[in-house]
Nanobody, 127 residues
Framework: QVQLVESGGGLVQAGGSLRLSCAASGGTFSNYGVGWFRQAPGKEREFVAGITWRSVTTRYADSVKGRFTIARDDAKNTVYLQMNNLKPEDTATYSC????????????????????WGQGTQVTVSS
C-alpha cells in the first residue's frame, strides 16, 4: 500500500498561485494514475484534476480548466498541481489519491475509483 503526503497549501490572495505536491512512498507509483480532489466545508468531495500513468492523459474539472495544471515526476514519485489565478471558491482541503488499478488509460473522476488517499492540504483564497 502506498502512502501519499500532500504539501504546498496555504493562504493566498485571489489571483495568486500555489503549487501542491503529492509525494508517494512505500509502493509502486509510476504505473498508476493520480487524481486531485478537493472538499470545502459542507460540500461533497469533488474532482479537480487527474493524470494517467506516464502522463498519457490529463483531465480537469471545468471550474479549473485553464488555471490549474497537473504534472508528474515519476523519478521523484511526486505529482504536482500548479494552481494559478486562484479564486475564493477554490478554498478547500485538497487531497491526492492513487487509482485503484494500474495502467488505466483514462482519468477517472469518481472518488470510489481511487484506493489510496493522502491526508490533504488546506488551500485558502482570500478575496
Amino acid at each position: 500500500q502506498v502512502q501519499l503526503v500532500e504539501s504546498g497549501g496555504g493562504l493566498v490572495q485571489a489571483g495568486g498561485s500555489l503549487r501542491l505536491s503529492c509525494a508517494a512512498s512505500g509502493g509502486t507509483f509510476s504505473n498508476y494514475g493520480v487524481g486531485w480532489f478537493r472538499q470545502a466545508p459542507g460540500k461533497e468531495r469533488e474532482f479537480v484534476a487527474g493524470i494517467t500513468w506516464r502522463s498519457v492523459t490529463t483531465r480537469y474539472a471545468d471550474s479549473v480548466k485553464g488555471r490549474f495544471t497537473i504534472a508528474r515526476d515519476d523519478a521523484k514519485n511526486t505529482v504536482y498541481l500548479q494552481m494559478n489565478n486562484l479564486k475564493p471558491e477554490d478554498t478547500a482541503t485538497y487531497s491526492c489519491a492513487r487509482d485503484a488499478r494500474a495502467w488505466t488509460p483514462l482519468v477517472i473522476a469518481t472518488p470510489s475509483s481511487y484506493a489510496d488517499w493522502g491526508q490533504g492540504t488546506q488551500v485558502t483564497v482570500s478575496s
